[in-house]
């Protein structure tokens, strides 16, 4: 049987911690390390092997939810991670000048995995950014990858937008 | 006719809708809806027959949004609310419970209210072509209530069709799935988030 645990994976400072933490019966375990790179100027410390909560099911059965690295030189980590996890959950910031090709980069690293199991695609700080529109996330994606991924605009610090990423998400994985 | 089904067949025109003290102006192309009514309200209103209220056509209504003192809402939830709550069956000529549909974005739940079959259904017809009497078979939730469904998506622009899709019978989408026990750890993850 698979581990129960879900994965959360997108660009640095785009929120996944915080996703965890909306959910998690705990504070997320990190491993942050000072930022050196161009990320600095916006975030001083950056996750460097993964987050981690955790949601007690019955009868002792854990929720695992872990948090990759969003930086590429952290990507080996994202491998390990996904070693027989459930599902995929993609965060997106629009206000990044090139968000469909953030996006890109997760699905294609991850597509191994995602035709396996399944993912959903949040975009977060889209209220005032709201290009590309959710209309040119599908059309990207459908012409791209052939799919039809649930993609939603979200307030990462809200719970219920990061239940729906999740509800979502279950959904596409109880369908064959 | 009902008001709904006349702002979804005109999406050009700029409609004014007075119902007693109510008042709405629409035009469904530009996702403009202003109004005094509240977005509950707004969906029963736009369940009635059109010629139970009063409704016209307007070249704009730029005017009447300050004479009126109306507010802006989102169009796209008050459809979707009316929609779902019509007891039609089938609210559009073009779609019966034979046609094969398919969505080509998911409603954006977000916004739109949702209940466990509209994740179901959505998730379904995300990746499948089906048709409304297969889904009936293949998850048990009544015609109804998948009619209302399909008509939702299909008014709001979520939904494409295609008679010449063939749909292989009793797809059993859900049920490949309960082979390897995963539908009821779904279903614990889903009791304890609440969801």
Same mark, same amino acid.
């Given at each position: 049987?698979?581990?129960?645990?879900?994965?959360?994976?997108?660009?640095?400072?785009?929120?996944?911690?915080?996703?965890?933490?909306?959910?998690?019966?705990?504070?997320?375990?990190?491993?942050?390390?000072?930022?050196?790179?161009?990320?600095?100027?916006?975030?001083?410390?950056?996750?460097?092997?993964?987050?981690?909560?955790?949601?007690?099911?019955?009868?002792?059965?854990?929720?695992?939810?872990?948090?990759?690295?969003?930086?590429?030189?952290?990507?080996?980590?994202?491998?390990?991670?996904?070693?027989?996890?459930?599902?995929?959950?993609?965060?997106?910031?629009?206000?990044?000048?090139?968000?469909?090709?953030?996006?890109?980069?997760?699905?294609?690293?991850?597509?191994?995995?995602?035709?396996?199991?399944?993912?959903?695609?949040?975009?977060?700080?889209?209220?005032?950014?709201?290009?590309?529109?959710?209309?040119?996330?599908?059309?990207?994606?459908?012409?791209?990858?052939?799919?039809?991924?649930?993609?939603?605009?979200?307030?990462?610090?809200?719970?219920?937008?990061?239940?729906?990423?999740?509800?979502?998400?279950?959904?596409?994985?109880?369908?064959? | 006719? $009902?008001?709904?089904?006349? #702002?979804? !067949?005109?999406? /050009?025109?700029?409609? %004014?809708? =007075?119902?007693?003290?109510?008042?709405?102006?629409?035009?469904?192309?530009?996702?403009?809806?202003?109004?005094?009514?509240?977005?509950?309200?707004?969906?029963?209103?736009?369940?009635?027959?059109?010629?139970?209220?009063?409704?016209?056509?307007?070249?704009?209504?730029?005017?009447?949004?300050?004479?009126?003192?109306?507010?802006?809402?989102?169009?796209?939830?008050? $459809?979707?609310?009316?929609? #779902?709550? !019509?007891?039609? /069956?089938?609210?559009? %000529?073009? =779609?019966?419970?034979?046609?094969?549909?398919?969505?080509?974005?998911?409603?954006?739940?977000?916004?739109?209210?949702?209940?466990?079959?509209?994740?179901?259904?959505?998730?379904?017809?995300?990746?499948?072509?089906?048709?409304?009497?297969?889904?009936?078979?293949?998850?048990?939730?009544?015609?109804?209530?998948?009619?209302?469904?399909?008509?939702?998506?299909?008014? $709001?622009?979520?939904?494409?069709?295609?008679?010449?899709?063939?749909?292989?019978?009793?797809?059993?989408?859900?049920?490949?799935?309960?082979?390897?026990?995963?539908?009821?750890?779904?279903?614990?993850?889903?009791?304890?988030?609440?969801?």
């Amino acid at each position: 049987m698979a581990q129960l645990k879900f994965i959360f994976t997108g660009t640095p400072n785009v929120g996944k911690t915080t996703a965890i933490s909306t959910i998690s019966e705990f504070e997320p375990i990190t491993t942050e390390v000072a930022t050196t790179d161009n990320l600095a100027a916006v975030k001083s410390e950056t996750t460097a092997a993964m987050d981690y909560g955790e949601v007690s099911l019955e009868n002792g059965i854990k929720l695992r939810l872990y948090g990759t690295p969003g930086q590429k030189r952290f990507s080996f980590m994202w491998e390990i991670l996904t070693e027989g996890a459930l599902g995929l959950i993609i965060l997106v910031d629009n206000s990044h000048a090139n968000p469909l090709d953030d996006l890109d980069t997760y699905l294609e690293n991850f597509s191994t995995f995602i035709e396996s199991t399944g993912v959903v695609v949040g975009i977060t700080r889209y209220e005032h950014n709201p290009t590309p529109n959710l209309d040119q996330y599908y059309e990207h994606v459908m012409q791209k990858y052939g799919q039809n991924y649930p993609i939603f605009p979200v307030d990462i610090r809200k719970k219920e937008d990061v239940l729906l990423l999740l509800d979502a998400l279950i959904a596409t994985l109880e369908v064959s | 006719m $009902l008001v709904l089904q006349y #702002i979804l !067949c005109k999406q /050009e025109v700029f409609v %004014e809708i =007075i119902d007693d003290d109510k008042k709405i102006f629409v035009n469904y192309k530009k996702g403009l809806c202003f109004s005094n009514a509240e977005t509950e309200l707004l969906s029963n209103i736009f369940l009635k027959p059109v010629a139970s209220v009063n409704l016209k056509e307007v070249s704009c209504f730029d005017d009447r949004i300050v004479q009126y003192q109306v507010s802006k809402l989102d169009l796209e939830p008050v $459809l979707w609310h009316a929609i #779902i709550n !019509c007891h039609k /069956e089938q609210l559009f %000529e073009s =779609i019966s419970n034979n046609t094969p549909v398919k969505l080509k974005k998911w409603p954006d739940y977000k916004f739109l209210m949702k209940n466990p079959n509209h994740m179901k259904l959505s998730a379904i017809l995300s990746k499948h072509w089906s048709n409304a009497q297969n889904l009936v078979q293949d998850t048990n939730i009544s015609l109804l209530n998948v009619n209302k469904f399909i008509n939702a998506c299909y008014g $709001l622009g979520y939904l494409i069709f295609d008679e010449s899709k063939v749909i292989a019978s009793n797809n059993n989408f859900i049920k490949l799935n309960q082979k390897n026990n995963k539908k009821s750890l779904f279903g614990k993850i889903r009791k304890r988030l609440g969801i």
